[in-house]
């Protein structure tokens, strides 16, 4: 069974103005943050979660009820070992829970066979010995028949693959870390942090809590909360959507991959099958999303409404390659990518704060299937100074 938990509060209040001295304050219980609160509360630390606003929620990085999860990846073949242990730790986490949360629907990738897309998932599979099936031009249309390629595209299915829900998973690392010991307050925004005389002191509008080390894990927020960070990071407005297909069982979660085809005009579009409500909180309907650089905004005033101009790709798109989900969109909702000059991931213990202070952030819009292995990574890196992880290509010291 898929996880069912729904968000819940988990706000204490503050009965003093200082509060208790904790191990590790995480700022920022989203993605990242909820999966390193779970990590450093299972190794027995006194750890503190603040968070903005609620766990989870819609103003961030992890809304729209479904993220995909690849291991053949285009990206950089670098992040294969680091999914390969991604893959472990969703395991874990089901273990653990009881519950499902990585469905492997497979993922078919259809596109030019030159395109950097397919020819990084070939090279990454290749070099990690990652079963890919390639489907026949000629088999195509008779095994995938909603979809429509161009005869001059490539067809791929890897079988390995699927999707997960960032909710859910949120709500079951910070429900459960809660379990283990942490402590998570919601609605508790940090104003400001600081290292000084050995220790970590952040400050809410209304209190100050301390510690001996401080994971930020702000998001689309992190360049307001370190203005230092030794490179920049840009946030863009991404929009998802739902479309009311008629035939909904011939495109439901058992029957339809999840899938990611490159057109050669504009881009890279995704998408995934229609979910049960019952286990997927939010729209119903077919979910698709464009993976272009959307506009670039401010997460405190990025325009959360849609407009025309937002569905017009996708309904080109769908026009196309996806005839049978028909034109009419049920829904829409807008997410934030936090996108780092190269679009890698940025893992690493801020310089000059004594190995008090870890970062990560810009996860550049394909963060989530690797949020075992960063709470992981930054549970060993606050704790520990290190991590026998390979995050080599990740640190700072790149920029
Ligand atoms: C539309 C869309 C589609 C995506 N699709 C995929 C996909 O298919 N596969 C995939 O792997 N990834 C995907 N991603 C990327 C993935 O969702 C992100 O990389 C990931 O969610 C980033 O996690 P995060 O922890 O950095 O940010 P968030 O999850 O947003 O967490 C940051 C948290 O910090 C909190 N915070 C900020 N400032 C403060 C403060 N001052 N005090 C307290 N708390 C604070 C915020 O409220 C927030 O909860 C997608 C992203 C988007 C937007």
Sequence with gaps: ???????????????????????????????????????????????????????????????????????????????????????????LLEAEMTSTFYQPTGILYAGKP???????????????????????????GSQYPLFRFPSDFEVILEADAGFV?????????????????????????????????????????????????????AGAWTSQLIPALPTSLTVTRQVVAWLDVEDQTAFALGDFPCWLVEDPELGTFYGFPVLPSSEYPGPTGLKLAHHFP????????????????????????????????????????????TNSVDRNFIIDQLPGYDNRVTVACGFSGHGFKFVPVVGEILADLAMKGRTDLPIHFLRLNRF
């Excluded at 609160?37 to 750890?47: D, N």
């Excluded at 010995?129 to 000629?138: E, T």
């Excluded at 407009?307 to 009419?328: M, S």
Aim: glycine share 6%; charged share 25%; proline share 5%.
């Design 114 to 140: 030159d395109h950097e897309t397919m020819s990084g998932l070939k090279q990454s599979a290749a070099m990690y010995q990652i079963p890919l099936k390639k489907i026949p031009p000629s088999e195509a």
């Design 294 to 337: 959307g506009e670039k905004t401010n997460p405190d005033f990025a325009d959360r409404s849609i407009q025309e101009k937002d569905a017009e790709a996708l309904r080109h798109f769908v026009k196309n390659y996806i005839p049978a989900a028909g034109h009419t969109f049920r829904a829409f909702k807008s997410c934030l990518y």
């Design 165 to 217: 829900s960032p909710e859910n998973t949120i709500i079951a690392y910070s429900q459960d870390a809660i379990k283990k010991g942490a402590t998570i307050l919601t609605n508790s925004a940090i104003d400001t942090w600081k290292v000084e005389a050995g220790r970590v002191e952040v400050k809410t509008d209304s209190t100050t809590y301390t510690s001996d080390k401080l994971i930020i894990t």
């Design 1 to 91: 069974m898929t996880s069912q938990l729904i968000g819940v509060e988990h706000r204490k209040t503050a009965t003093s103005k200082t509060a208790p001295h904790y191990d590790v304050i995480v700022v920022g219980v989203g993605s990242m943050g909820s999966a390193a609160c779970w990590f450093l509360a299972k190794r027995g630390y006194k750890v503190l979660g603040l968070e903005k606003f609620t766990t989870p929620h819609e103003q961030g990085s992890h809304t729209g009820q479904s993220r995909l999860v690849r291991k053949s990846y285009f990206e950089h073949p670098d992040y294969v070992p680091l999914l390969a242990r991604a893959y472990q730790n969703w395991r």
